[in-house]
């Protein structure tokens, strides 16, 4: 798997409107903006991760990017979505993306998760995700 087929699975099984976004102009930005047909709407910067590290978890999540999502989050949602492989899922909160990049020990990396599923996602698990991500409550 990779990013790119992460991104296909989750347009494909989340139900909401999600668009790809590439923007040269301004450092930092989500890869994908969502809105539900309420109206409810946000970013998500997607990460995939070929393996659970051993020890630090290394993101991939950028300076620039960690504080994009921390500001954004003041006012909207905003979302960092990491998949490791096929053996976990996780949601992060744009509030805590500065603790992401900095690379945080495995155990304070899931403990930061707004959201987790291990193995593969079911329809209620995207369900469930579509919901987090558009009303911003936790789960843990």
């Known amino acids: 798997m990779s990013e790119k087929n992460f991104w296909t699975l989750l347009r494909k099984n989340l139900p909401l409107k999600m668009y790809r976004v590439e923007n040269k102009a301004s450092t930092g930005m989500p890869d994908v903006h969502f809105v539900s047909e309420e109206g409810l709407s946000g970013w998500v910067e997607l990460k995939f991760i070929a393996k ?7 993101t991939g999540l ?43 020990s495995k155990s304070d990396f899931c403990d ?28 843990g």
């Open 52 to 58: 659970f590290p051993q020890r630090q978890m290394t």
């Open 62 to 104: 950028k300076k620039h990017q960690a504080m994009w999502l921390e500001e954004y989050s003041k006012y909207g949602k905003a979302w960092v979505l990491i998949r490791i492989a096929t053996e976990w899922t996780g949601l992060f909160s744009g509030e805590v993306a500065q603790e992401l990049f900095a690379r945080p």
């Open 112 to 139: 930061l998760a707004a959201w987790s599923k291990h193995g593969n996602l079911t329809k209620g698990d995207y369900l469930q995700l579509s919901e987090i991500l558009c009303k911003g409550s936790r789960y």
